[in-house]
């Protein structure tokens, strides 16, 4: 069921009292899913986007008559911005608010100047535009996991799992009710309109052992479905593992054997990009093509760079 309201926010249920969010990120629908869980204490949401799509969060809140101040849990995967961005906005807005997230994330929330640092690095000037505002998360208003809980929320009961690999901090979490695991990132993404499964490995965390590991752990749940960020529902959790598996292992090995190719991080990059771009595209359908940018591959590259350089060091 697909229901539209303001700003073409597409709000579908995708099972029982669980609802994908199209946040539209900055009016490109098909980037980044949010999940609303509905129970008799309330509505958690898995992962907040970032503040720039608040609006668009509130509009499909809306949209099944209830409002942002029924969220009373945020599940967070991790703390990227695509991800966590709006958690401490939210938390100011609405001081009932539990924040849930891994302890190595946690402080991050609290004090976020050190994230806002490093991403500002990235995105310089662009940061405002594509994330909004950062605010910390009071302490009161976190609880900290380490994997393993078993979270009661109202009659729904939704356990987790320490999932490293994409982020040292990153946590997946299963609806027990739906069957539905929630993997944030380190099950890589699906683009829009496709099943393919593409790895996301930026830095400065990625660990290819550690996903492929964190990816069995999920796996052992036997999820009905998986819900990746980018984006949504995910039919056949088995076959998508297994492909993003391989093509995690494939293009690791590309990007070690490109270290030992003369020329800058920047030549080998390319190349690397150039190789993957054309597979990627041969297999996309037509529609779902530009949701891979080439500067996604080349930050895919720097991340796998950093692994195996990190290996070579140890």
């Known amino acids: 069921m697909v229901r539209q309201v303001a700003y073409l926010v597409r709000v579908i249920t995708i099972a029982e009292r669980t609802t994908l969010l199209d946040l539209d990120y900055l009016g490109n629908p098909?980037?980044?899913?949010?999940?609303?869980?509905?129970?008799?204490?309330?509505?958690?949401?898995?992962?907040?986007?970032?503040?720039?799509?608040?609006?668009?969060?509130?509009?499909?809140?809306?949209?099944?008559g209830a409002t942002l101040e029924d969220v009373r849990v945020l599940l967070v995967t991790h703390i990227h911005l695509d991800h966590s961005g709006a958690a401490g906005v939210l938390a100011k807005r609405l001081p009932r608010l539990k924040v849930y997230v891994h302890a190595q994330g946690a402080k991050h929330l609290v004090s976020p100047e050190k994230l806002l640092r490093s991403a500002t690095m990235i995105y310089g000037d662009e940061m405002d535009r594509l994330w909004g505002?950062?605010?910390?998360?009071?302490?009161?208003?976190?609880?900290?996991?380490?994997?393993?809980?078993?979270?009661?929320?109202?009659?729904?009961?939704?356990?987790?799992a320490y999932t490293p690999g994409h982020a040292r901090h990153h946590v997946a979490y299963f609806d027990e009710g739906s069957g539905i695991a929630f993997t944030g990132?380190?099950?890589?993404?699906?683009?829009?309109?496709?099943?393919?499964?593409?790895?996301?490995?930026?830095?400065?965390?990625?660990?290819?052992?550690?996903?492929?590991?964190?990816?069995?752990?999920i796996m052992e749940w036997r999820p009905e479905r998986l819900f990746v960020t980018?984006?949504?529902?995910?039919?056949?959790?088995?076959?998508?593992?297994?492909?993003?598996?391989?093509?995690?292992?494939?293009?690791?090995?590309?990007?070690?054997?490109?270290?030992?190719?003369?020329?800058?991080?920047?030549?080998?990059?390319?190349?690397?990009?150039?190789?993957?771009?054309p597979e990627i595209s041969a297999v996309l359908p037509p529609e779902?093509?530009?949701?891979?940018?080439?500067?996604?591959?080349?930050?895919?590259?720097?991340?796998?760079a950093r692994y195996w350089r990190k290996k070579a060091d140890a």
């Open 185 to 217: 990132d380190v099950l890589g993404e699906q683009p829009f309109g496709s099943t393919i499964a593409i790895p996301v490995t930026p830095p400065p965390d990625i660990d290819v052992e550690e996903m492929i590991a964190s990816a069995d752990r």
């Open 133 to 160: 505002e950062v605010l910390p998360v009071p302490e009161d208003q976190l609880r900290v996991l380490t994997g393993g809980e078993r979270l009661d929320l109202g009659e729904r009961s939704v356990r987790v």
């Open 288 to 304: 779902s093509a530009s949701y891979i940018p080439r500067e996604t591959l080349l930050g895919n590259w720097v991340g796998l």
């Open 230 to 277: 980018h984006f949504g529902p995910v039919a056949n959790p088995t076959a998508y593992a297994s492909e993003h598996a391989e093509r995690l292992l494939d293009w690791s090995n590309r990007v070690r054997d490109s270290l030992s190719q003369p020329g800058t991080d920047e030549a080998r990059a390319a190349a690397v990009a150039d190789q993957i771009m």
């Open 30 to 64: 098909g980037h980044i899913a949010t999940c609303l869980l509905e129970s008799g204490e309330g509505l958690a949401l898995v992962d907040s986007g970032p503040t720039t799509t608040l609006d668009r969060l509130e509009q499909g809140i809306a949209s099944f």
